[in-house]
């Protein structure tokens, strides 16, 4: 089973950037599609973008054109560049696998997450 080592949260002000990771073990992103998910407190966890193995990447409407999924094969993982922050992208952000290479039901797993906060 996949483990999956998210890192990069924190705080920063409205309008920065930041980048987060998630090394990815036990499975690889270029045979699995991989994403990325986020739970806002009193919220339900959302996805805010993922990428299949052919490259299809599809992103939460609120963060098209801010946000950017990639992924490195050599060092297997999956990354989220975020810019343009806005205090409404403050959550957990969680990476995910799914079991097979498509972006399809739900991921087969998560990771601990890691905390974006945006201050406004």
């Known amino acids: 089973q996949a483990q999956l080592v998210e890192s990069g949260g924190g705080l920063v002000q409205a309008g920065g950037s930041l980048k987060l990771s998630c090394v990815v073990s036990g499975s690889s992103v270029g045979s699995n599609a991989m994403g990325w998910y986020r739970q806002a407190p009193g919220a339900q966890r959302e996805l805010v973008a993922a990428?299949?193995?052919?490259?299809?990447?599809i992103y939460l409407n609120s963060v098209k054109g801010r946000f950017t999924i990639s992924r490195d094969y050599a060092k297997n993982t999956v990354y989220l560049q975020m810019n343009s922050l806005k205090p409404e992208d403050t959550a957990v952000y969680y990476c995910a696998a799914w079991k097979t290479g498509t972006i399809a039901g739900s991921p087969l797993g998560w990771g601990q997450g890691t905390q974006v906060t945006v201050s406004s």
């Open positions: 990428i299949s193995v052919g490259s299809r990447a």
